[in-house]
Nanobody, 126 residues
Framework: QVQLVESGGGLVKPGGSLRLSCAASEFTLAYYAIGWFRQAPGKEREGVSCISADDGRTYYADSVKGRFTISRDDAKNVINLQMTHLKPEDMAVYYC???????????????????WGQGTQVTVSS
């Protein structure tokens, strides 16, 4: 059973930055495409970003393009999501997940992802 743990959430003012991390124990993230998702109260889960393991390609939702950056640190077995210029509409619980098939990002649809973390809260408020 893959166990993912997200960290780095917190309270930030609009325009601020946060870096989220997704870590796994006893599981090598380097072999899998990893996605970040978010869900705000009363809203559907939204795919935010994905990074492939085979070619390192990255994908972003239009709502975060140019503001968020996903990256891999395979030495530390961590996937990071650097978030800048945060907006109130970015406020949500953020989750990371592994693609259920393997190394390539296929979609930002959560149905393609199999193992999920518990999430970390991001609050954007002045």
């Amino acid at each position: 059973q893959v166990q993912l743990v997200e960290s780095g959430g917190g309270l930030v003012k609009p325009g601020g930055s946060l870096r989220l991390s997704c870590a796994a124990s006893e599981f090598t993230l380097a072999y899998y495409a990893i996605g970040w998702f978010r869900q705000a109260p009363g809203k559907e889960r939204e795919g935010v970003s994905c990074i492939s393991a085979d070619d390192g390609r990255t994908y972003y939702a239009d709502s975060v393009k140019g503001r968020f950056t996903i990256s891999r640190d395979d030495a530390k077995n961590v996937i990071n999501l650097q978030m800048t210029h945060l907006k109130p509409e970015d406020m949500a619980v953020y989750y990371c997940a592994t693609d259920s098939l393997g190394p390539s990002c296929r979609s930002l649809n959560g149905l393609y992802f199999g193992s999920w973390g518990q999430g970390t809260q991001v609050t954007v408020s002045s």
